[in-house]
C-alpha cells in the first residue's frame, strides 16, 4: 500500500505498527507493502556547522515515536546533495519520563533512490529525540570584511562578515548557524538565499601603513629612470594587543575606506583579498601605488674577485636615491632579493646565494633580523616630510652586498 | 522483482521459465541431450518439479568480486537415471564452478556426467544415478559476482580530544540479480587470488571458458572454495535466524581462518536484489587516543598535519578483531551540543594490535614554518686543469691560481623550524625530514635517525608560545661527496 505524501525536500518518517515505507521508496516489492500509517516527524532543531573548510554538516533534532520491537525509520532527499555515507543517526534522549533504550540495528539503501531507511530497535514503546546529520552540498559560506580607518591612518574598524548561500534547494527555519568561532546565529534560511551576518566588530585596531619597495616583487614603476614602485599597505596583526586575535582571520575580500572626520563624509579607498591570516600573523592589505614617494635604484658597483681557480666574490653596490613628497614622514621599507641581484649582475646558477653586508651599507640599524631571511633582506627607512616649499629632501643609502664563492 | 525462493514445489514447464535461478527435476518423457549435437531436448520437456531450497549461504569477499553460494535442497530420486536442470538466467553465476554434492545418501548416488548445452548458456544438466527410490538432501555450490560487501567506520571524539567512540559497519551490497532470502551471510576479511574475475566469466559461454588455462582456473577456484568450506557452516539449526531480540542488533561473529578473517552474520539476511544493507561490525566508546602532530613531507606533504592516534587493542577496548580496509569518518564533540565534521579517510587493513593513525590535515591553531636563515659554503677544493693535483682554498695558504676548478665543497643550510601553538593545550610534534646525499646533521635537540637519510626530531610544544628549533644541515658536494647518508652531529646551531 501507498501512502500519499505532501511533497518537501527532505522527508522523514517512520512506518509504525512493525510496517515499512512502501510509500516513499515506490513500493519496492510486495514485502514492502505492509505499511499502515506513516508519521512524519518534523524538525525540532536544526544546526548547520560550517566550521569545517570544505564541507557544511547540517544537524537536525526530531522527535521520533517509536513501538516496541523494530521499527523503519525513513529519510530520503530530492534534488539536494547529501553524501549518503555522512548521514550519522544518534538517538540523544527519550522524550518524557520513560527510559526507552533505542539502537539503529541496521540501515538499508534501496536502489536508484536518493533514501535509507533504519531499522531501529526500541526497548519500549515512546518518543526519543534523535539527531540526523550530514554533509549537505551547496550551502557554502564566504567571509567578506568591512574595514573604516581613522582620518589620520592610525587605526580602523574591521567588520568581519559571514556570507551564507543556500543554494542546496532545502530551506530550513528557524537554524542554528555557527562557523567554528565567533557568535551563533539563530535565523531562518530560506531556499536560494543569501545571508551576511556580521560575525565580529573589531574597532581601534592599530595600522601600521608601509611603503615598500622590492623590485623582486613589485618591479620598477619606470624603469628607464631606474624608479621602483612603491605600493602601499595597511598592516594588519592578528593578536590581542592589537584589538584582534579572537581567531585567525579567513581569507575574504576587504573594502577600505577612510573617515572623512564630518558625518557621512569617509571615503572609499580600495579593496584587497585578505589572505587567511591565522593568530599571531600579519594581514597585508594592498591600496594602490604611492605616488608621492620616489625612490631611484641604481647598481652603483659590480666587481669580480677570484677566490681561487673558477670561484669568485662579486661585490655589488646597490644605490637608493630616495624622496618624500608627502607632508608626513612616512617609514619605507626596502626589500632586496640576493638571488634577484645575482640574476641581474651573473645571471641565474640555480644554486643558493651566499652573501654578506660589506661596509659601505649606509641603512641605518641594519637589517630587520625577524623578516630577513638566507636570500631576502629587509631594511627601514625613516623620511622626513617635504618642506614648506614643497621640496622634498632627497636621501641616498648603499647596500654593499659581497656574493661569495660563487661559479 | 523476482520472488525465486519461494519457487512452487511442482511445476509445469511447458515453456522457460521467467524465474532467475531455477532448478529442475525433470520428469517424464526426456531424451536426455548427452551429446552436444542434441540440443533440442529443451523443446521436449513435458514436466518437471521444481524443489525449492532449503538453505542458503554467501560467503563474501572483499578483496574480490567473487561469493561463494551454497544452497542445499530435498530432492526425491528414483532408481535409475535421474536428469537434473540447473538454469540462472540473468545472473553474475560463472558456470565452471557449479558444483553439485549430495549431503545424504552420498553413497547411492553418483554424477554420471554434466552437459551444458549449446543454446542455453546458463544452463546445466546433471545425469544423477540413483541405487534408491527416496528423498536426498542435495547442496548446489557456485561463485557469482555482484555481491559485494564493504567496512567503514565513525569516529566521533569528545571535545577535549581524548577520548572517542569507534563505530565499526559492514555494508553488504547485491547487485548479482538474484535475490537470496533468509541467507546466512559470511564475510572474508583478506586478499584472495584469483586467475579471473568472476564477473567475466559470468558472462562467457561455455567454449570460450574451454580456451583458458584449466590447470590455473580450476586451482584458483579450488583455492577459494577449500579456504571457504573449512569454516563451519553454521546452517543446521536452520535459517530462520533463531530467537534473536527484535530490538537488539545482530551480533557478528568474528572468527580467523588461515590468512582470512570470517564475519558471520548472526541469523539469516535478505538483501534484495539492487539494495545495499549496513550493519554495526564493533562498537568501542571511551576509547583514548593520543593526539600528535607531525612534519613528513614524504608522507603527508609540505604541511604539518593533526592525527588522532589509537590502537587496535584490548587495551584501548578494540582488538577483538583486525579492522578490514574502509572508510573512516571522523567528527568531533564541538563542545555546543553538536559535532564537528572533521574528515575522512581510507585505511588500510589494520591487524589485530596494530595502530591507527587517523590524519585530520592541518590545523590553523598550530602553524609551522621553516625558514632558511642562512646559506654558505666551506671547504672549497680546486682540482687543478689537466692534473690530479686538488687543492682546498683557503687551506695551506691562499690559492689563485686562474687555471684550475672548483669540484668539491659543503653547502650549509642554518634552517628553523617556527612552531606557534594556539590550540590551547601543549601538543607533541614530530619532524621527519629526509635529506638526501652525504649530509650531516646539526642540531641540540637530539635529532634521531628515522633510515639511513630521515632525521627525526621530537617535542613538545606549550600552548600559546612560539618555538624555534634550530638545525644546520651540511651537504657534502662533488668530490667532496664520501657517503649516502645521513650523519647527526648534537651542536649548538646559533642563528
Known sequence: MCLSIPFRKTLFSVAIFGGTLAGTLGCPSDAWARVKLITLPVRERVEIQLDNAGATLVEEERVVPLVKGENQVDFSWANTQIDPNTIVFRVVAPVGEKAIDAKVLSVSYPPNE?????????????????????????????????????????????????????????????????????????????????????????????????????????????????????????????????????????????????????????????????????????????????????????????????????????????????????????????????????????????????????????????????????????????????????????????????????? | ?????????????????????????????????????????????????????????????????????????????????????????????????????????????????????????????????????????????????GITWSADYLCIADNNEQEMSLEGFVRVFNNSGEEYENAQVRLVVGTINLVEKIAQLANMSLSEVAGMDRDELSKAKKDVLADAMAAPMAMAGGMGGGAIAEDAPKEIIKEGLSEYFIYTIEGTETIQNGWSKRMRSLEGTSISFDVEYRYRPQ??????????????????????????????????????DGLSYLTQQDIKYIPIGDRIELNLGSDPEVLHELVKLRTYRSDLILQIHGTNEFRKIGGDGTFKEENASLVGWDDHVILVERIRNFSGKAIQLEIRRTLPGHVVFKSSLNPKLHDFQTIELRATVPTGM??????????????????????????????
Open chain 1, 114 to 407: 536518493a533514501a535509507l531507511i533504519w531499522s531501529v530497535g526500541s526497548s519500549d514503546s515512546g518518543s526519543v529525540r534523535v539527531r540526523v546529520s550530514y554533509l549537505l552540498g551547496n550551502l557554502n559560506k564566504s567571509f567578506n570584511y568591512r574595514a573604516v580607518a581613522s582620518k589620520d591612518e592610525k587605526q580602523l574598524t574591521l567588520s568581519q562578515y559571514m556570507r551564507l548561500q543556500n543554494f542546496a534547494n532545502e530551506s530550513f527555519g528557524s537554524t542554528g548557524v555557527w562557523a567554528g568561532f565567533g557568535k551563533r546565529f539563530l535565523k531562518p534560511v530560506g531556499l536560494n538565499e543569501t545571508k551576511e551576518m556580521l560575525m565580529e566588530k573589531y574597532e581601534n585596531v592599530p595600522i601600521r601603513k608601509t611603503y615598500t619597495c622590492n623590485p623582486a616583487e613589485f618591479d620598477y614603476l619606470d624603469r628607464a629612470q631606474n624608479k621602483l614602485r612603491v605600493p602601499m599597505h595597511y598592516v594588519l596583526k592578528n593578536n590581542k594587543e592589537n584589538h584582534l586575535g579572537l581567531a585567525p582571520l579567513q581569507y575574504g575580500k576587504v573594502r577600505i575606506f577612510i573617515d572623512g572626520g564630518a558625518e557621512g563624509s569617509s571615503a572609499f579607498l580600495g579593496e584587497d583579498w585578505g589572505k587567511f591570516t591565522p593568530m599571531d600573523d600579519e594581514m597585508k592589505l594592498y591600496l594602490g601605488v604611492a605616488q608621492d614617494i620616489v625612490v631611484k635604484r641604481t647598481i652603483d658597483k659590480n666587481e669580480n674577485r677570484r677566490v681561487g681557480g673558477n670561484v669568485f666574490d662579486q661585490e655589488i653596490v646597490l644605490k637608493y636615491e630616495i624622496e618624500n613628497f608627502k607632508d608626513t614622514p612616512v617609514t619605507l621599507d626596502i626589500v632586496e632579493n640576493l638571488r634577484f641581484i645575482r640574476n641581474e649582475v651573473r645571471g641565474d646558477t640555480g644554486r643558493d646565494v651566499e652573501w654578506e653586508l660589506g661596509k659601505d651599507t649606509t641603512f641605518e640599524g641594519g637589517p630587520d633580523k625577524e623578516k630577513s631571511t638566507f636570500e631576502q633582506v629587509v631594511f627601514h627607512v625613516t623620511l622626513p616630510p617635504r618642506a614648506e616649499d614643497g621640496k622634498a629632501d632627497k636621501k641616498e643609502h648603499k647596500l654593499n652586498v659581497i656574493l661569495k664563492n660563487e661559479w
Open chain 2, 1 to 145: 522483482m523476482s520472488n525465486t525462493s519461494s519457487l512452487p514445489l511442482f511445476r509445469t514447464a511447458w515453456k522457460r521459465s521467467t524465474h532467475v535461478l531455477r532448478f529442475a527435476l525433470l520428469l517424464g518423457i526426456i531424451t536426455l541431450a548427452i551429446s552436444s549435437q542434441r540440443t533440442s531436448r529443451a523443446e521436449n520437456v513435458d514436466l518437471s518439479t521444481v524443489p525449492s531450497r532449503s538453505t542458503v549461504q554467501l560467503t563474501i569477499y572483499n578483496s574480490e568480486d567473487v561469493t561463494l553460494v551454497r544452497e542445499t535442497r530435498n530432492v526425491t530420486f528414483k532408481k535409475g537415471s535421474n536428469p537434473l536442470q540447473f538454469s540462472w538466467a540473468n545472473t553474475l553465476i560463472d558456470s565452471t564452478s557449479v558444483e553439485l554434492n549430495f549431503l545424504t545418501q552420498s553413497d547411492k548416488l553418483e554424477v554420471l556426467d554434466t552437459t551444458f548445452p549449446h543454446a542455453k548458456p546458463q544452463m546445466l544438466y546433471w545425469n544423477v544415478e540413483s541405487e534408491f527410490d527416496g528423498e536426498a538432501e542435495i547442496q548446489i555450490a557456485y561463485f557469482t559476482s
Open chain 2, 299 to 336: 608522507e603527508y606533504g609540505e604541511q604539518l598535519v593533526k592525527l588522532y592516534l589509537l590502537k587496535n587493542d584490548v587495551a584501548s577496548k578494540l582488538g577483538t578483531t583486525p579492522l578490514p580496509n574502509g572508510t573512516v569518518r571522523i567528527f568531533r564533540d564541538n563542545g555546543r
Open chain 2, 466 to 495: 612560539k618555538s624555534e628549533l634550530l638545525s644546520e644541515i651540511i651537504h657534502k658536494q662533488g668530490t667532496s661527496t664520501k657517503q649516502n647518508n645521513v650523519t647527526l652531529e648534537k651542536f649548538e646551531v646559533k642563528r
